[in-house]
């Protein structure tokens, strides 16, 4: 069993859609909870980062953690076809980034 | 200021052959880690290096070293490359250990290595 496990979809939606993406994992250590973007050939950018459960919104974006469920989320409000993108969600034991690691990424499609 | 540049962008090798691939972090960046991201797969954690020192190491043979210069660039190196060694690889610095308020890391647009 994977440490991190996400859908690789693809996941197609109509533009303006809610985005629903999520990862579950085994590791009850994990602390930090990201969820990277990646545009095609290009490296991740972060997009949202929370510490232990809760949720946390920034402007159409919502990530939420469920600790006890060993889950998390991201909710992609208003989706554009700038979203168009592979998701990665990410988490770690300890601050700084150290030995992050990835799940396989939900690749998104905003249909316009 | 500048975001993490990677060198080369591509490359083919041989199996057999040995590769060195080059980072240079964020300015202010002095933790650098390496990233093997396969097709269709997520990133996969190599190691880490702090201070010139390896400080974490992920699930990969001895034939992946690396090295970090006063600079806090680094280096991948990949000796006796084998056929499942092409992908991407990526570096990705962050901020000094320490802070609680940062898990993020910066990212180059990585090297893709190809072995045929």
């Known amino acids: 069993q994977k440490e991190v496990e996400q859908d690789p979809g693809p996941l197609s939606v109509p533009e303006g859609a809610i985005v629903s993406l999520n990862c579950t994992y085994s590791?009850?250590?994990?602390?930090?909870f990201m969820w990277y973007r990646q545009y095609s050939r290009k490296g991740p950018e972060l997009l949202m980062y929370?510490?232990?459960?809760g949720n946390k919104e920034d402007g159409r974006f919502t990530a939420q953690v469920d600790k006890s469920s060993k889950y998390i989320s991201l909710f992609i409000r208003d989706s554009q076809p700038s979203d168009s993108a592979t998701y990665l969600c990410?988490?770690?034991?300890?601050?700084?980034?150290?030995?992050?690691?990835f799940g396989a990424g939900t690749r998104l499609f905003v249909k316009a | 200021e500048t975001g993490v540049t990677q060198s080369p962008t591509h490359l083919i090798k041989t199996r057999g052959q040995q590769v060195t691939l080059r980072c240079s972090s964020q300015?202010?960046?002095?933790?650098v880690s390496w990233y093997q991201q396969a097709l269709g797969q997520g990133p996969q954690f190599i190691f880490q290096?702090?201070?010139?020192?390896?400080?974490g190491r992920g699930n990969f043979p001895p034939r992946f070293s690396g090295l970090q210069f006063p600079n806090y660039s680094s280096e991948l190196n990949v000796n006796a490359l084998e056929l499942d060694d092409s992908a991407l690889y990526l570096c990705?610095?962050?901020?000094?250990?320490?802070?609680?308020?940062?898990?993020?890391?910066?990212f180059g647009e990585g090297s893709r290595l190809t072995v045929l």
């Open positions: 990705a610095s962050s901020l000094p250990q320490g802070n609680q308020n940062t898990g993020e890391l910066f």
């Open positions: 590791n009850s250590a994990f602390q930090y």
């Open positions: 929370t510490y232990s459960s």
């Open positions: 990410a988490m770690s034991r300890s601050a700084g980034g150290f030995k992050t690691i």
């Open positions: 300015s202010g960046h002095n933790t």
């Open positions: 290096y702090y201070r010139e020192e390896e400080n």
